[in-house]
């Protein structure tokens, strides 16, 4: 919500189209039907653990806005790298894929205390899932469906500045999430 009041204040058009927030929310809801599946870390179930409603508040209020920070990022490089100003169909496309992809991606992040991926895997259907959205979003902008629901297909040039976008929003997470954890446990 931050990165679309954000946006709404100096573009000239909407950030993303009302279809395009449905869309991008459906395809995340999707990808998170598995989360039943996925495992706890075995070390995380040693001690009973009791919902701490205050650390829970200070979590979203210290992660929540790292994507927003991405996504400003994300704006920057779709007005000035790829001139965007006058291209909204580009600039919805462009973060919409960001977005999802985002989105998608934290889950393996905050299930864990570890270093995800590498200590701490989620299971095998919340990987495929979250594997099969993102190919979706990633695709979505060339195929007709795309196209009725206004996206566009984005340059070549984008996806490497995407690959790093991504990577610091996972490190950069994943460090305050540590942080946090060092600071103020896990409840």
Same mark, same amino acid.
């Given at each position: 919500?931050?990165?679309?009041?954000?946006?709404?204040?100096?573009?000239? =058009?909407?950030?993303?189209?009302?279809?395009?927030?449905?869309?991008?929310?459906?395809?995340?809801?999707?990808?998170?039907?598995?989360?039943?599946?996925?495992?706890?870390?075995?070390?995380?179930?040693?001690?009973?653990?009791?919902?701490?409603?205050?650390?829970?508040?200070?979590?979203?209020?210290?992660?929540?806005?790292?994507?927003?920070?991405?996504?400003?990022?994300?704006? =920057?490089?779709?007005?000035?790298? =790829?001139?965007?100003?006058?291209?909204?169909?580009?600039?919805?496309?462009?973060?919409?894929?960001?977005?999802?992809?985002?989105?998608?991606?934290?889950?393996?992040?905050?299930?864990?205390?570890?270093?995800?991926?590498?200590?701490?895997?989620?299971?095998?259907?919340?990987?495929?899932?979250?594997?099969?959205?993102?190919?979706?979003?990633?695709?979505?902008?060339?195929?007709?469906?795309?196209?009725?629901?206004?996206?566009?297909?984005?340059?070549?040039?984008?996806?490497?500045?995407?690959?790093?976008?991504?990577?610091?929003?996972?490190?950069?997470?994943?460090?305050?999430?540590?942080?946090?954890?060092?600071?103020?446990?896990?409840?």
């Amino acid at each position: 919500m931050f990165s679309v009041i954000g946006a709404s204040i100096f573009l000239p =058009f909407l950030p993303m189209a009302p279809i395009q927030v449905l869309t991008n929310n459906l395809l995340y809801d999707i990808s998170q039907t598995a989360i039943p599946t996925d495992n706890v870390d075995a070390d995380y179930l040693d001690v009973p653990r009791r919902w701490d409603i205050g650390n829970i508040a200070k979590f979203v209020l210290l992660i929540g806005p790292i994507s927003s920070i991405f996504d400003y990022v994300t704006f =920057f490089l779709l007005l000035t790298v =790829f001139h965007a100003w006058d291209k909204p169909a580009l600039f919805q496309t462009g973060w919409f894929v960001e977005s999802l992809l985002t989105q998608t991606l934290i889950i393996h992040i905050i299930r864990t205390a570890k270093v995800p991926f590498l200590e701490s895997q989620a299971s095998g259907a919340v990987i495929a899932t979250g594997l099969v959205i993102a190919a979706v979003g990633i695709v979505l902008p060339f195929t007709p469906v795309g196209t009725a629901l206004g996206f566009v297909p984005l340059p070549n040039d984008y996806w490497l500045p995407l690959a790093a976008i991504l990577l610091g929003y996972a490190v950069l997470t994943h460090l305050m999430k540590t942080w946090f954890t060092h600071r103020f446990g896990l409840g």
